[in-house]
């Protein structure tokens, strides 16, 4: 068996929190790649962390380089490299920066590990992991886009706050692309197995779904410099260990539609089923017109973004 082993492609705050989360978790070993203008800054980072092994007791070998050579035979790859957003900025300004990296780590990773399950987390995401798919050339069901796993825990998230409940024992669901078109099913929410609207007025619902929905840029002019990394980083990691140990979670990710949801030949956020086969399943939940309507409308918006990337 031997270990698994993690590369994580772009160094920033992000990939230094899931090598954390990596090594915390004793997923395996860990590999946190970057440009080499930041080579020392991640061998740094990695240094850091592999000192804090005893105090976790943890034994992940943790490693930071600037050679592609040095991820031959990862299990699983997480992209996070590219630029993050600034205040703004909308997704799809930073489209064309982000293309032109995805292109360079998609070329590589397709060369040294080829067999690997890879996450692209760069955005605009449902563009960017189509670009890697197209680029890659390698099989669609062992790509996805992390976004969905992030959205619904952010429609959780503010579920729990508005309730004072666990945010544990709330289940929810979010379709369609990363940005603001996305798609949270209110409807299917539920807290401890009661429907949200039993336990929420209309209007309240309606402010949690607007805030889901531009969650991402509530940060971005928070921080007023980057964006998200604590909560992006930990919903990688959890589509990474459900791959790593065939957990068959049903997370919700940027997958390959084919036919599913009427939509052929892009990613967009739906419920999957993944586990060792990587993406294994999608999940078609039966959307009302008015549901289908705003997932449309989201395919729209991850055609318009797919057309721009010419591929």
Known sequence: ????????????????????????????????????????VVKGKMLDLTETNPLFSSSSCLTGTKNYADLA?????????GLPRKPGMSRE?????????????????????????????TNPLDSMVFAFMKVSGLPKHKIAGMAGVLDTARFRSF???????????????????????????????????????????QEKIDAIVYRTREAGTEIVNLLGSGSA??????????????YLKDQKRILTCAAY?????????????????????????????KLTDSEKAALNNSL???KKAVAETKL
């Open 73 to 81: 035979g990862a299990d699983v790859t997480i992209t996070t490299a």
């Open 229 to 242: 990394y604590f909560s992006p980083a930990t919903s990688a990691i959890e589509m990474a260990e459900a």
């Open 300 to 302: 729209e918006a991850v």
């Open 93 to 121: 300004d930073l489209l064309n920066i982000n293309l032109q990296i995805i292109s360079e780590v998609a070329t590589n990773l397709k060369k040294y590990c080829p067999d690997a399950f890879h996450i692209v987390v």
């Open 159 to 201: 579920v729990g706050m508005e309730l004072n409940v666990s945010p544990k024992d709330v289940s929810a669901l979010v379709l369609g692309g990363h940005g603001p078109t996305m798609v949270p099913l209110a409807r299917l929410a539920t807290v401890g197995g009661i429907p949200l609207s039993e336990l929420l007025p």
């Open 257 to 285: 539609l084919n036919g599913e949801y009427g939509i052929t030949g892009y990613y967009i956020g739906v419920p999957a089923i993944i586990g060792a086969g990587g993406v294994e399943k999608v999940l078609e939940v």
């Open 1 to 40: 068996m031997g270990r698994k082993k993690i590369a994580l492609i772009g160094g920033g705050q992000i990939g230094g929190i899931m090598a954390l989360l990596a090594a915390q978790r004793e997923m395996g070993d860990v590999v946190l790649l970057d440009i080499p203008e930041k080579e020392n």
